[in-house]
């Protein structure tokens, strides 16, 4: 009696002191709350105004955008409204090949050989992990969910896919990460074509039933064989591995390469105070990207029951990764609240949601980690460029959960072996996909043809695939951020004992505000056009 006595009076004393910390905080929140003024409201608005300028976008370019279609514009008219949006793609796309050349090569430089190895191997690692937990939970959703139950006639095919084959996708790989041709790599990627040939092939046909005549006969047959091509766009892999090895070289040449790293780094310093004055043009383009591409759409009413929940089933799976499983990996390794840190994300989320490219949105994520969230520009210069070609959690998910989908599309049961190769090929495959708008559907080729499945059902899903490549392009960003974060973190050691540091005057510029930098740049454009009429 008295033992139970004893524990409800604990639990008495634990709810009351419970109660006690709800009131205290309550009271300080109220303090807070009432202790903000006017000054305080207008430094937040002028700290936050792209931010809140930017969710503002979003949201008016989806109102914009449903307002709009009623009126049946033709596909002239969609092209002619979303052209501020174009304008946007284009300038964030005229910064990715310079800024991506030059802060890998001023990062690299910036850091001895023995640190860059070790933050080079902790951003493989997780690069690694990361993906294949996203491969993971698409492969369980789809699983689960089961979204492909039931007929497939309810699609309507769109067009046709190409072909290829995933042993020259792999090599294609490879081989564009050695360019023969630098100059090349900034405009084109390597790509096998393929071309049809007849060949006569010689064979013997018995004509008797004994066998006692035998005559040869030609039979012409098809032949597919491959051939060396190329695709637009910019070789990032080949950019980045050569980027990598000379700013490692640089960086071990010491004085000597001094002159190098200077100039790479007022180079990487000059793209950013472009990104500065773009950032004033982002809400504009964001707005009408967003409008543009909902008035183009189809009608979502007529979307399928198993297309719907085929959509439904990669925005959980993109969501559980994205906001539970990589704020818990932050939380684990470094102990800080990961949604503080996303919180200085925001701006290059949206821009990623808007362009749906995570390469477009390099320059944008550059400036949210370096200024929002002070993570040391020697980190972000190596992790953020090749995360934005390499790392995509976004888009191994995607595949994997696609490629099971149209599967039991087919009423085709996948066993343990066929799941195992989609995991594998869907990491393999994201690894090879381009930054840039909807890669995945090229490389989800390689996923089907590797397990048997029929590649010209990639079609079924097109109709959603723009939407979903932005919430996929979004989860790419927000992995490699957080990469960032912790590799920052895990190499805090090697980043103190460097013994080559950044120039004070790029600390400075770091350290300005964007206003700031806008600013200054209006000024040298002010100095500039005086002087020119004069």
Known sequence: MTKSTGEKARSRNRV?????????????????????????????LRKNAFVLLTIAAVVFGILMGFALRSYKMSYREVKYFSFPGELLMRMLQM??????????????????????????????????????????????????????????????????IEQVSPADAFLDLIRNMFPPNLV???????????????????????????????????????????????????????????????????????????????????LNEAIMRLVAIIMWYAPIGILFLIAGKIVEMDDITEMGGQLGMYTITVIIGLMIHGMIILPTLYFVITR??????????????????????????????????????????????????????INMDGTALYEALAAIFIAQVNNMEMNFGQIITISITATAASIGAAGIPQAGLVTMVIVLTSVGLPTDDISLIIAVDWFLDRLRTTTNVLGDSIGAGIIEFLSKDELQNSDVELGSSVLEENEKSTCMLFKQNKKYLDTFWLSYFE
């Open 184 to 266: 090349q790599a900034c405009t084109q990627q390597f790509k096998t074509q393929y071309s049809k040939r007849i060949i006569h092939v010689k064979m013997i046909v018995n004509e008797s039933i004994f066998n006692l005549t035998n005559t040869t006969q030609e039979i012409a047959q098809e032949e597919v064989i491959p051939l060396p091509g190329t695709t637009n766009g910019v070789n990032a892999l080949g950019l980045v591995v050569f980027s990598m090895c000379f700013g490692l070289i640089i960086g071990n040449m010491k004085e000597q390469g001094q002159a190098l790293r200077d100039f790479f780094d007022s």
């Open 16 to 44: 009351q002191q419970i109660r006690e910390g709800i009131h205290l905080r309550s009271l300080k929140a109220r303090k807070k709350v009432e202790d903000i003024t006017k000054d305080d409201v207008k430094t937040f």
């Open 95 to 160: 910064l990715v090949l310079p800024l991506l050349v030059s802060s890998l090569i001023t990062g690299m430089s910036a850091l001895d050989s023995h640190a860059s190895g070790k933050m080079g191997m902790r951003a493989v690692i997780y690069y690694m992990t990361t993906t294949f937990i996203a491969v993971f939970i698409g492969i369980i959703m789809v699983l689960i969910i089961h979204p492909g139950k039931g007929s497939k006639d309810e699609f309507t095919k769109q067009q046709k």
């Open 336 to 389: 800080k609240n990961p949604f503080i840190f996303i919180t200085g994300l925001l701006q290059a989320l949206i821009t990623a949601l808007g362009t749906s490219s995570s390469s477009a949105t390099l320059p944008v994520t550059f400036k949210c980690l370096e200024e929002n969230n002070k993570v040391d520009k020697r980190v972000t210069r190596f992790v953020l460029p090749v995360g934005a070609t």
